[in-house]
């Protein structure tokens, strides 16, 4: 019987201690996030946009659509914060609800292509003979440039918003599979991998059981840069008029309206282009920092 306790009881110190070394960790990775200036820097900037985006109803007391030809170019004032257009329209209400579009393209290409990425990457890196046909195909995307492949597409599709999340899933997906695949590779030369093909385990167990958990670090990096990258190309689209049509409010469209009276007018494009630059500003922080926090070996991960 006490043998039986003793068994028992030191089951329980086991389970306990368990707990408080996962608590332990739990704590050591968010005293290393927030010791992180870069992520908290960029964290709290995205959150800012994303918060201007996600209230924009409530912030805002003009609709973006809303014209009026005795308000048109004012300069910033206390009734319209960031100024009006040539339309008279409110170009406050028309940047924070531009906020909407370009997160929600950003968000949506960046999560498609992540899928569509770690897929094509995995099993390129996989399988030998299907790396050879990928990869060509997606050097050959590649080969363009961004823009020029992305109005491309769009000249062939249309000027729509679900389009223009097409083009840049099309555009960004060889690159997120090539960063997948190269991690991949390096993980499948690894002994471990080695011994569980030479022990019959099948393929779907050692790609997703043992190779992805551990390229997500990577693809996690590509996503936040996918994430800034499609806002700035469906700017450039919109700007060059193939991307959100007019008169949806995008940063794009305003920089666009802008163009013409850029000099007289200078509010136009100040203030959309300080919002995209801040919003890719802070994409590329968070970014770069979850790299040197994931990152092993690296000096700033390790301080």
């Known amino acids: ?166 083009a840049l899933v099309i555009v960004e997906s060889p690159v997120v599979a090539r960063v997948v695949r190269s991690a991949a590779l390096v993980i499948k030369e690894q002994t471990y991998i080695e011994a569980m093909k030479a022990q019959g385990a099948s393929a779907w167990r050692i790609i997703w059981g043992h190779i992805a958990p551990n390229i997500l670090p990577s693809l996690i990096v590509q996503i936040t840069y996918v994430f800034s990258v499609s806002m700035i190309i469906e700017a450039a689209l919109s700007f060059l008029g193939a991307g959100i049509p007019a008169p949806s409010p995008s940063w794009g469209n305003i920089l666009f309206d802008g163009k013409s009276v850029i000099y007289s007018a200078w509010w136009m494009t100040v203030f959309p282009g300080a919002f995209l630059l801040l919003a890719v500003l802070s994409s590329n922080l968070l970014g770069d920092g979850i790299r040197d926090l994931l990152d092993p070996h690296s000096n700033k991960a390790n301080k």
């Open 1 to 166: 019987m006490n043998t039986i306790n003793e068994v028992i009881i030191k089951s329980d110190t086991l389970s306990q201690n368990k707990k408080e070394l996962s608590i332990e960790r739990r704590a050591l990775f968010i005293r290393r996030v927030l010791a992180n200036k870069m992520i908290v820097t960029g964290g709290v900037i995205l959150f800012f946009i994303s918060l201007i985006a996600l209230f924009a109803p409530v912030i805002t007391q003009f609709s973006p659509y809303e014209l009026e030809s005795t308000n048109r170019l004012k300069a910033p004032s206390a009734t319209h914060w960031f100024g009006t257009d040539n339309f008279g329209r409110d170009i406050f209400s028309r940047v924070v609800y531009g906020a909407r579009v370009s997160l929600v393209i950003g968000i949506s290409v960046a999560l498609i292509t992540a899928v569509i990425g770690l897929f094509l990457g995995l099993y390129s890196a996989y399988y030998r003979k299907l790396d050879h046909v990928l990869m060509r195909f997606a050097d050959g995307l590649m080969a363009f440039p961004s823009i020029l492949l992305a109005i491309a597409i769009m000249a062939v599709m249309g000027p729509k918003a679900i389009n223009v999340v097409i």
